[in-house]
Structures are given as C-alpha cells and as structure tokens.
C-alpha cells in the first residue's frame, strides 16, 4: 500500500505497550484516522516529542494495514500552539473541542471544514486575539452547523410561527426538538433553556457568514454565559454523552 | 508450552504479564526458579510480598516509602526550604540519578488531563498548597513534563501558587547532552533558545 500525506491534528493519544502509541488525528484529507507510532515513546529520533495534543502536523502513514489502523512513517510539526499547553484555560478549551470532534467524527470521512475550523479555533486561542469563551461559542455553533445540527433558531419548532410573532424576551428552547417552542406550543417542561432574543441574533450572526468577521462580533458578558450554557447543554445532548473535558472545564471556569 | 505440568505454566503465565517480557523469556525465567535454591525462589516470592505489603507513599512528599516518612524528607543534608515539583516517582528517581539537585520533592502522582478527567482534586495539588501554606518554603521548582499535561499542570500550579512569597521556577527543557539539532523538535529548540545562558 502506498504512502499517505496529509497534514492532520492531533486529537488523542494512547499508551500501546512499552514503545507505542496509538494516535488519533482529524486529517485534512481523511478525516478522522487512527494511526500506530512505533517506538514513539522510546525513540527520541523518530518523533522526537512532537507528538503533542492539538499540534498542526504534516504526516506520511502507510494506509491499508488491516482495517482503520495506520502506521505513522514520519511528522513533522507545523504549528505547535505552545501558548495553549502553557494555560489550563486554555488547555481545557481546546480539551473539550477535541473531545466532541473525537466523539462526533466517524473514521476515514473526510471533513475538511470542521478540520479547517479547528484549525481556526486553535490558531485564534494561541494567539489570545479572542477570548476563549466567544471562541467556544464560536466552535460550537459552527461545528454543529457543519454536522447538520444546527440549532433551530428562528421557527417554533412545533407549529413554525416565526421568532418575530413570539411573546416575550426570553425564548423557550426545547433540547429535544433541537429548537426554540412558542409559549401556546410549550409543553412539560423537561430539557428547556431560555434564550434572550438578543442571545439569539448573536448565536446567529456567529453561526454564519465568514469566520474572520464572525469572530470580530462582541458578544456582551451575559449573552456569552446565556449561550455557553445553552451550547454546553445542545452539543452534549447530541453528542449523547457529556465530554469529560466539560466538567474540568467548568471547575476551573 | 502445554507439556508443562500447571505449576510452571502458571508462572510462565505470570511472567509473562511483566512488562517487555514474551513467552520465551518468561519461560526461561520459570526454568531458572525452578533450578535454583529453594532459599533463593523464598526470597523473591518474599520481597514480592514485602513490596506490596510495606511500600506506602511518605505523608508529606507522596514518594514511594517503607515509612511514614521517606530518607529525602528525613534527611538533615537536603534543603526542606526548596521543593521539586514531579509528576511521578520515576521522575524524582531521575533527578536523583543526575544528582543535581539538593531540595525536597512533592509528587503529584499525575497530571491535569481534561479529556481523562483528571482534575485538581484527583492529584497532589491540594496537599502542595498545604504544604506551601505551612512556611519555610522559598522556591518551588515545577518539573513537570513538556508535555500538554505536564505543561497544563505546571501553568495551573503556578497561578494557585501566585499569592505567596515565592520563588518559582521551571525547569529549563532543552537540547539534550550529545543530542543532534536535526532531532530536536520545534518547540525544545524554541525553549532552549530562550532559555539559553552564557558560558
Ligand atoms: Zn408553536
Ligand atoms: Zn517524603
């Protein structure tokens, strides 16, 4: 089988025996791949430590070697986003992206724009330009956007009157129905949020268009916690099951 | 293997589950015990159960002892004013090894790990505040590894540790001793640059 090279995030990586390891990368041109890094934890030579968590990394990797498993050839680091593995903050952000592209992303489908809106995220949360909560926001809606999730924020889910003709500032929204509810609609009340109107253009404006103006939008300091609550409550509800990550997350928070 | 009676296949099992060790070094090991003294086999079955009967971690620095207290702690020729901060024994073991260090150590006996959920409180963080707070401690070395953990550790060390009169400092990583540059990742020659020194 022939050689592969793609340029690819590291994701996770995991102890194989005394020499190995096995490592998961979202690739630019496969996706999500598991590779196997022979002698990584041993030989200095070969991998020499760059093997990191969220590095940018050019990889070659044999494919075809039984079904999903890799054997990782050569790496070479491109961005190693060293300001986010010197924060906890930080850390803990990129941590919980990780897990939910992890989680979310089957094997071998290739995902080029969740791979460069990754990339984005990292870029912008080792440079500090953005705070690391509007970037979550930011990550979150979009990646869900991407996946064909996204949160339905202008219709009532049950009858579709428009978000225009609802009662009210606070808006209801409903984790199951993956959207907002009218109040004559408004059932039990199990798995609800309650957004802002204002909350809500914003997650809109955020959600859509180019990202380089998407992330210029200042998001003031209620409607940031209104929609991380909203986000880390909808993309855990979808993922079905919470992201280690968030919980860290939230107790250094 | 199966024309073994059980007794020996049982240890070649045994053996075998030791790290780096295959079946055919496991079945030579089990031969040796079984040609050696019968003093000899009772000695290591014994410090096998000594091991896991007496080793503990020392109440203050969590390093492997057999006493309340390790020697490091105890001991009257290292300076209990300066503390290495590391990840796990095998880590002080190395310090030691090199010998260039004279203070006391705490073990955290982890790292921060998000996505394993390792938190503040699942590690040694608490008791090295604790530790901290009780004085007579001027500087704390943090040498935790380079890794995104380590690194993660050792930013959030370093923030709860900020509120005292404290030296603290980390270790440089840099290129190793006989190292090629050609080997050398990005981020280690980037370390090394900025901490470099003059000779
Ligand atoms: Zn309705
Ligand atoms: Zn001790």
């Known amino acids: 089988m022939p050689d592969f090279s793609t340029p690819a995030i590291m994701?996770?990586?995991?102890?194989?025996?005394?020499?190995?390891?096995?490592?998961?990368?979202?690739?630019?041109?496969?996706?999500?791949?598991?590779?196997?890094?022979?002698?990584?934890?041993?030989?200095?030579k070969r991998f020499s430590g760059i093997l990191e968590l969220f590095s940018v990394l050019e990889l070659v990797y044999k494919t075809g070697r039984g079904?999903?498993?890799?054997?990782?050839?050569?790496?070479?680091?491109?961005?190693?986003?060293?300001?986010?593995?010197?924060d906890i903050k930080k850390t803990a952000y990129a941590s919980y992206w990780t897990e939910i592209i992890n989680q979310w992303l089957e094997e071998g489908t290739r995902q080029e724009s969740i791979y460069y809106l990754f990339r984005h995220v990292l870029q912008a949360l080792d440079s500090g330009r953005i705070p690391e909560e509007a970037l979550s926001i930011l990550f979150q809606i979009r990646f869900m956007k991407i996946s064909g999730f996204s949160p339905n924020l202008?219709?009532?889910?049950?009858?579709?009157?428009?978000?225009d003709s609802m009662e009210g500032n606070s808006i209801l929204f409903d984790l199951a129905k993956g959207g907002i509810v009218c109040k004559g609609c408004a059932s039990y009340p199990s798995g609800r949020l309650y957004?802002?109107?204002?909350?809500?253009?914003?997650?809109?404006?955020?959600?859509?268009?180019?990202?380089?103006?998407?992330?210029?939008?200042?998001?003031?300091?209620p409607a940031i916690k209104e929609s991380l609550v909203f986000l880390e409550a909808f993309v855990p509800y979808h993922l079905g099951r919470e992201p280690r990550s968030l919980s860290f997350l939230r107790k250094i928070r | 293997m199966n024309h073994y009676p059980a007794s020996i296949l049982n240890l070649i099992?045994?053996?075998?589950?030791?790290?780096?060790?295959?079946?055919?070094?496991?079945?030579?090991?089990?031969?040796?015990?079984?040609?050696?003294?019968?003093?000899?086999a009772e000695q290591l079955a014994q410090s096998i159960m000594d091991l896991k009967q007496n080793t503990r971690l020392c109440s203050?620095?969590?390093?492997?002892?057999?006493?309340?207290?390790?020697?490091?702690?105890?001991?009257?020729?290292?300076?209990?004013?300066?503390?290495?901060?590391?990840?796990?024994?095998?880590?002080?073991?190395?310090?030691?090894?090199?010998?260039?260090?004279?203070?006391?150590?705490?073990?955290?006996?982890?790292?921060?790990?998000?996505?394993?959920?390792?938190?503040?409180?699942?590690?040694?963080?608490?008791?090295?505040i604790k530790r901290v707070e009780n004085g007579n401690i001027d500087e704390i070395v943090i040498a935790t590894s380079t890794t995104v953990e380590g690194e993660a550790t050792a930013s959030y060390i370093s923030k709860e540790l900020e509120r005292?009169?404290?030296?603290?400092?980390?270790?440089?990583?840099?290129?190793?001793?006989?190292?090629?540059?050609?080997?050398?990742?990005?981020v280690t020659l980037k370390r090394a640059m900025e901490t470099r020194h003059v000779i």
Request: proline fraction near 3%.
């Open chain 1, 195 to 221: 957004l802002s109107r204002g909350t809500i253009k914003q997650l809109e404006w955020v959600g859509s268009g180019d990202i380089k103006k998407a992330e210029r939008i200042r998001f003031t300091s």
């Open chain 1, 154 to 163: 202008s219709l009532c889910s049950t009858c579709g009157i428009e978000i």
């Open chain 2, 164 to 186: 005292f009169q404290l030296r603290i400092t980390r270790i440089a990583s840099g290129v190793p001793v006989g190292g090629d540059l050609k080997y050398v990742d990005q």
């Open chain 2, 13 to 40: 099992k045994n053996f075998g589950r030791l790290p780096g060790i295959g079946e055919k070094t496991a079945e030579r090991l089990a031969m040796h015990i079984l040609r050696a003294r019968r003093v000899e």
């Open chain 1, 67 to 86: 079904k999903g498993l890799y054997l990782l050839k050569e790496a070479s680091l491109k961005e190693p986003f060293m300001k986010i593995r010197g």
């Open chain 2, 60 to 128: 203050k620095c969590f390093a492997l002892s057999d006493k309340e207290l390790c020697k490091i702690c105890e001991s009257p020729a290292r300076n209990q004013s300066l503390l290495c901060v590391v990840e796990k024994p095998a880590d002080m073991a190395a310090i030691e090894q090199s010998g260039a260090f004279t203070g006391v150590y705490h073990i955290l006996q982890g790292a921060l790990s998000p996505m394993d959920g390792i938190g503040p409180e699942d590690i040694k963080i608490r008791e090295l």
């Open chain 1, 11 to 44: 994701l996770r990586s995991i102890d194989h025996g005394d020499y190995d390891l096995i490592i998961k990368f979202l690739t630019l041109k496969q996706g999500k791949v598991t590779v196997i890094a022979k002698y990584a934890k041993k030989s200095k």
